[in-house]
DNA sequence: AGCACGCCGACT
DNA sequence: GTCGGCGTGCTC
């Protein structure tokens, strides 16, 4: 038998393989799990190739873990994210390799009779043989619990040798999704859709063993209250009857148990849902029945998209455009992407889902490499709401209030007719800025000089970008003039404060993410909302989200403006999307729903889209500025290059590498005079990119670069905006 | 990730 | 004179 190397990945940031040699009597082959030394202890890792030759002076693999090997699939999808994301491949391998932790074993221990009564016979003992004959198969607790004794009676009869104990497979962590559990009731759209999405799933499942084209990526572009949900569960049943595995993905927020059990009106069952609040011991049991099989659909956060899949026959990312797809620590990379990667790998369809698509999957659809399947109106005859602008230079709100009689008239309206309305305001806190009436002087932030937020509930100023957090000063801190802080501006807090001055009677409630009390608090309350416990609801954009309330029939955008102007590439897509999300919140139930929308400059391009409901318009408008703006093209990674903390030097830097004629494969380089110098406008967000840009290792990639270049070299760094677009 | 080596501030 | 900060580098 020829000697040979196992090369072997270690979850670490390393980007090569290590070489170890393979001791006799072990047959390793690639994907098998194994321990090996690294350095000063044993570490885990998993062999990514075998090679030919004698294992020479290299330390030897210490042994085999007795887990399922890694499949080729999973192996394939961690090369493409180290390479596409320039990550460590060492670091890919830990989004990947997923170890069942050391929870005590799942199996449970069944004891039956099998041997003659104890020699010493007592009352309790008695009881548990008689409820024990039959021969039938008990879990100790359960015996215990018939025969009224602890379970230390069972013991000394397993002792004894009367009882003899075995291992029950455990009960399974979900049951199976029945896909003909509850045939849905949909429009002869939906049908239409379902059928396309159920086709593509079974045309992908019969073709995958061949050299078949690759399974298709399908947008659903659904308008809110579509019915999309209920579209691709039929895609998610197609998979279930041809014995696939689906896999849901869907924001952290959206994983409610609002939609699990909406999965099981339909299937009968909750999916298995997968996500940071899952404990070790359930996410063991589902990690195990992800790798046999047994566990069929997964509804899951961004994590899941690395499981152990045996068979995955569908990817659903739904709600496709959330920017909670974004994994920007550690290995950055975007979701959907690499779930567009991961279908193709398995040959398995991939569907994206949104009411709001964003600009990179519209240019997809536009390019022709995704397809698209519409479902432009609501279900069950409902209308999308009517939105209208309220411009602010006319009909202003009185002197330091912030709703404008208009919408305050309707608010009133929408009560006292018994329904709810939504008042969004997409900006924590009380205020957003205290200024000092005497001096001028603004309280900031004395980490990173954003200006400081007024929490009034909590009485402290915080900074939302670094959580600094301090007591209202009762003077200014700059003159020392004492009761001259003023706020400025509205937050969330404050329009409560207002709402609660010019509609007492109305119950209210203020949502956002930092609701006292946590997630949990906030998912009861939100659920309370959509049984109508509130009549006006004030809230940040984790109202926009995910859930639905029936009651619902006025949404008033507080300022529409917000956003527009941060310097953000996206700032006018995700502006619309939002706006176009809070406004689809109302008129879901029965009652046509309406939204008002304050704003100062009503003739801007997505303010008007928003009214005019032309979408379509806006999007291509913005996709082509952004190509006049010489910003990224969708399939490239933007690098923008610039040099230490500096500004200037930076510029120089830009400058200098804008000039290079040919940017290093997969990087774009922007020159400092275009938009992404934005991002670097303060120096909070300036750390934060460099330390993104050290986690995906582009700094030392760009060296390389320029050694073999002959360029020179200095200290580079590089600021990057992780937004590859799909390039397949 | 750990754990080493290595070069500059406050202390027995 | 040392202890200790964490910056850079290495692990087959």
Same mark, same amino acid.
């Given at each position: 038998?020829?000697?040979?190397?196992?090369?072997?990945?270690?979850?670490?940031?390393?980007?090569?393989?290590?070489?170890?040699?393979?001791?006799?009597?072990?047959?390793?082959?690639?994907?098998?799990?194994?321990?090996?030394?690294?350095?000063?202890?044993?570490?885990?890792?998993?062999?990514?190739?075998?090679?030919?030759?004698?294992?020479?002076?290299?330390?030897?693999?210490?042994?085999?873990?007795?887990?399922?090997?890694?499949?080729?699939?999973?192996?394939?999808?961690?090369?493409?994210?180290?390479?596409?994301?320039?990550?460590?491949?060492?670091?890919?391998?830990?989004?990947?390799?997923?170890?069942?932790?050391?929870?005590?074993?799942?199996?449970?221990?069944?004891?039956?009779?099998?041997?003659?009564?104890?020699?010493?016979?007592?009352?309790?003992?008695?009881?548990?043989?008689?409820?024990?004959?039959?021969?039938?198969?008990?879990?100790?607790?359960?015996?215990?619990?018939?025969?009224?004794?602890?379970?230390?009676?069972?013991?000394?009869?397993?002792?004894?040798?009367?009882?003899?104990?075995?291992?029950?497979?455990?009960?399974?962590?979900?049951?199976?999704?029945?896909?003909?559990?509850?045939?849905?009731?949909?429009?002869?759209?939906?049908?239409?859709?379902?059928?396309?999405?159920?086709?593509?799933?079974?045309?992908?499942?019969?073709?995958?063993?061949?050299?078949?084209?690759?399974?298709?990526?399908?947008?659903?572009?659904?308008?809110?209250?579509?019915?999309?949900?209920?579209?691709?569960?039929?895609?998610?049943?197609?998979?279930?009857?041809?014995?696939?595995?689906?896999?849901?993905?869907?924001?952290?927020?959206?994983?409610?148990?609002?939609?699990?059990?909406?999965?099981?009106?339909?299937?009968?069952?909750?999916?298995?849902?997968?996500?940071?609040?899952?404990?070790?011991?359930?996410?063991?049991?589902?990690?195990?029945?992800?790798?046999?099989?047994?566990?069929?659909?997964?509804?899951?956060?961004?994590?899941?998209?690395?499981?152990?899949?045996?068979?995955?026959?569908?990817?659903?990312?739904?709600?496709?455009?959330?920017?909670?797809?974004?994994?920007?620590?550690?290995?950055?990379?975007?979701?959907?992407?690499?779930?567009?990667?991961?279908?193709?790998?398995?040959?398995?369809?991939?569907? /994206?889902? !949104?009411? &709001?698509?964003?600009?990179?999957? +519209?240019?997809?659809?536009?390019? @022709? =490499? #995704?397809?698209?399947?519409? %479902?432009?109106?609501?279900?069950?005859?409902?209308? /999308?709401? !009517?939105? &209208?602008?309220?411009?602010?230079? +006319?009909?202003?709100?009185?002197? @330091? =209030? #912030?709703?404008?009689?208009? %919408?305050?008239?309707?608010?009133?309206?929408?009560?006292?007719?018994?329904?709810?309305?939504?008042?969004?305001?997409?900006?924590?806190?009380?205020?957003?800025?205290?200024?000092?009436?005497?001096?001028?002087?603004?309280?900031?932030?004395?980490?990173?000089?954003?200006?400081?937020?007024?929490?009034?509930?909590?009485?402290?100023?915080?900074?939302?970008?670094?959580?600094?957090?301090?007591?209202?000063?009762?003077?200014?801190?700059?003159?020392?003039?004492?009761?001259?802080?003023?706020?400025?501006?509205?937050?969330?807090?404050?329009?409560?404060?207002?709402?609660?001055?010019?509609?007492?009677?109305?119950?209210?409630?203020?949502?956002?993410?930092?609701?006292?009390?946590?997630?949990?608090?906030?998912?009861?309350?939100?659920?309370?909302?959509?049984?109508?416990?509130?009549?006006?609801?004030?809230?940040?954009?984790?109202?926009?989200?995910?859930?639905?309330?029936?009651?619902?029939?006025?949404?008033?955008?507080?300022?529409?403006?917000?956003?527009?102007?941060?310097?953000?590439?996206?700032?006018?897509?995700?502006?619309?999307?939002?706006?176009?999300?809070?406004?689809?919140?109302?008129?879901?139930?029965?009652?046509?729903?309406?939204?008002?929308?304050?704003?100062?400059?009503?003739?801007?391009?997505?303010?008007?889209?928003?009214?005019?409901?032309?979408?379509?318009?806006?999007?291509?408008?913005?996709?082509?500025?952004?190509?006049?703006?010489?910003?990224?093209?969708?399939?490239?990674?933007?690098?923008?290059?610039?040099?230490?903390?500096?500004?200037?030097?930076?510029?120089?830097?830009?400058?200098?590498?804008?000039?290079?004629?040919?940017?290093?494969?997969?990087?774009?380089?922007?020159?400092?005079?275009?938009?992404?110098?934005?991002?670097?406008?303060?120096?909070?967000?300036?750390?934060?990119?460099?330390?993104?840009?050290?986690?995906?290792?582009?700094?030392?990639?760009?060296?390389?670069?320029?050694?073999?270049?002959?360029?020179?070299?200095?200290?580079?760094?590089?600021?990057?905006?992780?937004?590859?677009?799909?390039?397949?």
């Amino acid at each position: 038998m020829t000697a040979r190397i196992a090369e072997v990945l270690i979850p670490l940031a390393l980007d090569q393989t290590y070489s170890y040699a393979v001791p006799a009597g072990l047959d390793l082959a690639a994907g098998d799990v194994v321990a090996v030394p690294l350095g000063p202890r044993s570490r885990i890792g998993v062999v990514w190739e075998m090679r030919p030759g004698s294992g020479g002076n290299l330390k030897p693999v210490e042994g085999r873990i007795d887990v399922p090997p890694m499949r080729p699939a999973l192996r394939k999808l961690v090369d493409f994210v180290a390479r596409y994301t320039l990550a460590p491949k060492g670091s890919a391998l830990g989004l990947a390799l997923r170890l069942p932790g050391d929870a005590p074993d799942v199996t449970r221990v069944g004891v039956r009779l099998a041997g003659p009564p104890p020699e010493r016979m007592t009352p309790a003992r008695h009881r548990v043989i008689e409820a024990a004959a039959g021969g039938l198969v008990h879990t100790k607790r359960d015996l215990a619990k018939l025969a009224d004794v602890s379970t230390g009676v069972i013991d000394g009869l397993v002792d004894a040798g009367t009882l003899e104990t075995l291992a029950l497979t455990a009960a399974p962590v979900v049951e199976d999704p029945d896909p003909a559990f509850a045939r849905p009731d949909l429009s002869p759209d939906q049908r239409a859709a379902a059928q396309t999405l159920a086709a593509a799933v079974a045309t992908a499942a019969a073709e995958r063993a061949g050299t078949a084209p690759p399974p298709p990526v399908i947008l659903i572009d659904g308008v809110t209250g579509s019915g999309k949900t209920e579209v691709y569960f039929e895609a998610v049943a197609e998979a279930l009857r041809l014995g696939r595995q689906a896999l849901i993905l869907m924001p952290e927020i959206a994983l409610t148990s609002a939609f699990l059990e909406r999965f099981a009106a339909r299937f009968g069952v909750r999916p298995a849902a997968w996500h940071s609040a899952v404990g070790t011991r359930r996410r063991d049991r589902i990690l195990t029945g992800v790798e046999a099989g047994s566990v069929k659909v997964v509804a899951g956060a961004r994590s899941a998209l690395f499981l152990p899949f045996r068979d995955l026959g569908l990817v659903v990312v739904d709600e496709e455009h959330e920017q909670a797809y974004k994994q920007e620590d550690g290995v950055c990379y975007h979701t959907r992407d690499m779930a567009i990667v991961r279908g193709r790998l398995e040959a398995a369809p991939v569907l /994206l889902a !949104s009411a &709001t698509p964003s600009i990179e999957t +519209r240019v997809n659809v536009g390019w @022709g =490499r #995704f397809r698209r399947v519409a %479902l432009p109106e609501r279900f069950g005859g409902r209308s /999308l709401p !009517s939105i &209208t602008t309220i411009d602010m230079r +006319r009909d202003p709100p009185s002197q @330091g =209030r #912030f709703l404008s009689p208009l %919408l305050l008239r309707e608010v009133e309206r929408t009560v006292a007719a018994g329904e709810q309305a939504l008042l969004f305001l997409n900006r924590r806190g009380f205020a957003p800025l205290t200024l000092c009436r005497a001096c001028g002087h603004r309280t900031s932030c004395p980490n990173c000089s954003a200006w400081l937020v007024e929490h009034r509930f909590r009485r402290a100023l915080v900074c939302h970008h670094c959580g600094h957090t301090e007591r209202v000063p009762e003077a200014c801190v700059a003159c020392g003039s004492v009761g001259s802080l003023v706020p400025c501006g509205p937050g969330v807090e404050r329009i409560a404060e207002e709402v609660a001055q010019c509609l007492p009677e109305a119950r209210r409630i203020v949502l956002s993410s930092d609701f006292p009390g946590g997630t949990e608090r906030l998912r009861t309350e939100l659920e309370a909302v959509a049984k109508g416990e509130a009549d006006i609801v004030i809230g940040t954009q984790l109202v926009a989200k995910g859930h639905n309330f029936p009651g619902m029939t006025l949404v008033g955008v507080l300022d529409a403006d917000i956003g527009l102007t941060s310097g953000d590439p996206r700032a006018s897509e995700r502006t619309f999307q939002l706006l176009q999300q809070v406004t689809g919140r109302a008129g879901r139930g029965a009652k046509p729903g309406r939204a008002l929308v304050q704003t100062y400059q009503p003739e801007h391009p997505v303010i008007a889209a928003l009214v005019s409901g032309e979408a379509e318009r806006f999007y291509a408008e913005e996709t082509a500025a952004r190509e006049a703006a010489g910003l990224p093209p969708f399939g490239r990674l933007a690098a923008l290059i610039v040099s230490g903390e500096d500004r200037a030097a930076a510029e120089a830097h830009g400058r200098a590498l804008a000039q290079v004629s040919e940017p290093p494969p997969g990087v774009m380089v922007l020159g400092p005079a275009e938009a992404p110098l934005a991002l670097i406008r303060s120096r909070y967000r300036f750390r934060l990119l460099v330390k993104a840009v050290r986690e995906v290792n582009l700094q030392a990639y760009l060296r390389a670069w320029l050694a073999r270049a002959g360029k020179p070299r200095g200290s580079v760094r590089v600021a990057v905006d992780i937004d590859p677009m799909s390039f397949l």
